[in-house]
């Protein structure tokens, strides 16, 4: 069979495409040494995502392994070598059965001064061929060492990192990364702009999308107005296999890399994004980490941004970056925004459940049971009714669920690096639901 002719996995029949277009390999820093092209099709699969971004492929490791292991498939995209699909399809869950499609993705970290300071910002850049990213590549070697880290590091405007790709491929296109989180971004606290036009000055206008990142959600970047001719989407950044998806785009588009730009550009079958509850993310309040002091914005303010266990700085979050910059009030939605839901990864809502762990082997067995029974993971959350995931997987489960897609749940926010703890039951309530 032709598998750049596959038919697209039977959930993907019923529901739109989901693309998690944010994500690295092993060359990265602090990532899974298990990173690699099998476990992201298999993952993929296990989470019924059908378009997942390379990562890294400034990287002359990992772009040689694209070259190796991937072959064309629709226009733009790339599908896994077909012996290596069925090697790490080998014991996969019946009902995860499907295809995955790669497209072209890397991670770049600008650190540079601009304006009398000192900039970092992390920008994703995607290009629709193998040529593509080697003109691409030929550039950036002149500038940095692209083989330090699968994310280069590089002392280069994130203006001219556009430029240099627009200039490589003119159907390129740059998306800025997690525009919020303090030390790293467009918006950052630490080390960002006010504006997009601030940063990119007078190619602003090529940029049509920023991703939200894990410490904020749509609802917080609609009260930014200038925000609202760019297309927010979410990915999960995943720096290991198990992460994938924790945050993604559906899609109701035909697979290619034309018609995934036009739907990032026009918003024209953008369905929705799957979010974290922000309050998870690494960054969402003020806090010092080292004091183990966790503090909501308008406490910063009155502390002078001083620490008051040690007088160090606090690192300001994305909350009160939000803040800083909103000219409308809470609960503001722009007219064409897109919609969004927020889930919690499958092993985090067994793990409540079951009270264990979520990397237990009790809470890995269940989730392998109830993918074989019910489909990939993303279709048990979004869309499996009630009555069938208690079936499979019991009262509990079920009551977990429903709470997560209801937003019942509690969560001490993340802050300064920490993330933020979930509860869905406490010990009681889930001593009670169980004897239920």
Known sequence: MNLSNAVWPRYDLR??????????????????????????????????????????????GWMA????????????????????????????????VGSVRFVLQVEIANIYKKGGRVRKNHNLVFVPTLAAAERFNARLA??????????PILGLDARDLL???????PSSFLIPAHIWT?????????????????CFSDLAGEVFAAETGLSSDPAMNWRLSALD????????????????????????????YDALRAALRTRAGLVETIEFFPEEGKYHLDGHRKCELRLEPER??????????????????????????ADRPEGSRPVEAVPFRRLVPLAEILSEALGVGPDSRRVQDERTRLLTELGPELAILREASLSDIGQVGGAL??????????????????????????HIFDSQERQRLSGQ
């Not at 430029?163 to 491929?169: M, P």
């Open 229 to 256: 001719r760019l297309t927010l989407v979410s990915n999960s950044d995943a720096h290991s296999p198990g992460k994938l998806g924790r945050e993604a785009n559906v899609l109701n588009i035909e697979p290619s």
């Open 300 to 325: 910063t303010r009155q502390l002078g941004g001083r620490c008051p266990e040690c007088g160090g700085l606090i690192t300001v979050g994305v909350m009160s970056r939000v803040l800083d910059l």
């Open 397 to 422: 489960l079920a009551e977990a669920v429903r709470r997560v897609r209801a937003g019942e749940l509690s969560i001490a926010p993340g802050y300064d690096g920490e993330f933020g703890t979930l």
């Open 65 to 96: 392994e694209i070259a190796e292991q991937l072959l064309p498939a629709e226009p733009g995209l790339y599908r896994l070598r077909p012996d290596l699909a069925r090697e790490a399809e080998q014991g996969l869950a019946p009902g995860c």
């Open 15 to 60: 529901v739109p495409l989901i693309a998690d277009l944010h994500v690295h390999s092993r060359f990265s820093r602090a990532t899974s040494r298990a990173l690699d092209f099998l476990a992201l099709h298999r993952s993929a699969l296990e989470k019924g995502i059908g378009l997942v971004g390379t990562g890294d492929f400034t990287h002359p």
């Open 163 to 169: 430029s240099i790709a627009l200039e490589a491929e």
């Open 182 to 198: 303090p030390w790293f971004s467009l918006l950052g606290s630490k080390s960002g702009f006010d504006s997009l036009e601030e």
């Open 142 to 151: 002149a500038i940095g060492n692209l083989a330090s880290d699968g994310r």
